[in-house]
């Protein structure tokens, strides 16, 4: 069974960083893709970035060259640093895996931006 266990969300202000990770547990292999969608109350869920286990990653136009994405293969972790945030980046951000045309979330985790 897979599971999802994301961490690192709070409360920043606007300028700041944070930085989430999310580990994926079961019994998971060969080729699959991670990464971080965003949604807002009553928004359809938006991807942020995401990372491939060949190292292919993207981003949404919003967040390029302020948020990378990274991860660890053997840890089946991947983390989102986040800088330059701006209250526009406000909203609970959640984990995805995509492996085997299967698709997993993670719980969400809310990232407020604000003074």
């Known amino acids: 069974q897979v599971q999802l266990v994301e961490s690192g969300g709070g409360l920043v202000q606007p300028g700041g960083s944070l930085e989430l990770s999310c580990r994926a547990s079961?019994?998971?292999?060969?080729?699959?893709?991670m990464g971080w969608y965003r949604q807002a109350p009553g928004n359809q869920r938006e991807l942020v970035a995401e990372?491939?286990?060949?190292?292919?990653?993207a981003y949404a136009p919003s967040v390029k060259g302020r948020f990378t994405i990274s991860g660890d293969n053997v840890a089946k972790t991947v983390y989102l640093q986040m800088n330059s945030l701006n209250p526009e980046d406000t909203d609970k951000y959640y984990c995805?895996?995509?492996?085997?045309?299967?698709?997993?979330w993670g719980q969400g985790t809310q990232v407020t931006v604000s003074s």
């Open positions: 995805r895996l995509v492996w085997r045309s299967m698709s997993y």
């Open positions: 990372l491939s286990s060949d190292g292919t990653t």
């Open positions: 079961g019994n998971i292999f060969s080729m699959y893709t």
